[in-house]
């Protein structure tokens, strides 16, 4: 049995977690995710399971061509099941296929670990060999705490956070920099069992969702999507990222997570080399993150960082208005120096501080310009 989804610690810590859902605006906009989370539907993971591979995935002989061969049909049948329950027109059956539409995604990202592209950096480093890439991971999958956070947006409180070392962004202001930069091999080493008992005890325990998050999720995709072969808990699934993802990571992806909660931080390509040490950013973002919308609910963070109105905060929030307006937004105020800026203020010296009051007023006046609302929780939406 499920604990309350509303335990007491919500209506004593953050009782907007309850009020949000009676603005109308915000319920339908993440309406799938608000009924997997209640329970009324079943997570995408569940549905995939379902969907039957018409041979065993896993065999030898097949080539990674031919698995995303069978990727692409099944896709197919994924797509029309997945809306078909949406819309409320079809149940899941009781019967499980031997093996199903999730197999083949982790037969191959299990190839695709043998020279790593999950993300863009493409190292093409075999991690079950022990090598590793710019994340600095082979193929070892190490959670450095998780628990229930409260600190999350309303909706998604209390969040079952799990936090992921590694990280393929270097971010110099970055505030998690313990675990995505300096050590992330803290916490405990977890295989894909051990990572859908954790799944299940935070569920059990009353989160309304599970948050993969890190560092970054990305290097784990491998370990997140087998643990979803044995979780049997029905749970939304939220990918907390950069969204630095190859586009074949984001195919085997977008099948199995209910809700996006993806950073879009810059509004170009060289403001994120600078401070992200990240190459193509703007381009392989907006890439994604028109692939996540089209696949789930989603929530946007922005993060004001000082200096960076002009040719940040405006162009994301114009390009978010455009190609995702359906998309809640966040924009957040609460950047504040960290890492390497700290120790390098004058290197950094754009940012070597907090955003003054007139930037976050700018931030907000291009919010509305962008035609973006802001309804009582801090999420912004456009009418
Ligand atoms: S996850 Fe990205 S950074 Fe890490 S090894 Fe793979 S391609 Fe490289």
Redesign the pocket.
Known sequence: MLEPLDPISIIYYRPDALRVWTYPEIKERLSWYYEVMKDLKPAKFIIAKHIESPVNPYRKDLSIEDLWKIHRDLEKEFRKTWLSIKNGEQKLGSKRPEYSFLDVKIAIVKRM?RE??????????D?TSGK??????DATTYVDTYFHHMGEEAPLVPSGTIFYG?C?FRCVFCQNWTISQANPYAGIIVDARKLASIQEELRRSGARNINHVGGDP??N?HTILESLKYLEINVPQLWNSNM?L?REAMDLLKDVIDIWLPDFKYGNNKCAQRLSVIRNYYDIVTRNLKIAYENGDMIIRHLVLPSHIECCTKRVLEWISKNTPRAIVNIMDQYRPDYLVLRMPKRFKEIARRPSLTELRNAYSYARKYGFSKCPEELCFKE
């Open positions: 670990l790593c592209s999950f993300c863009e950096w493409r190292c093409r480093v991690r590793k890439g710019v994340c600095r991971l590694g393929n990305t290097p995709l630095y190859t």
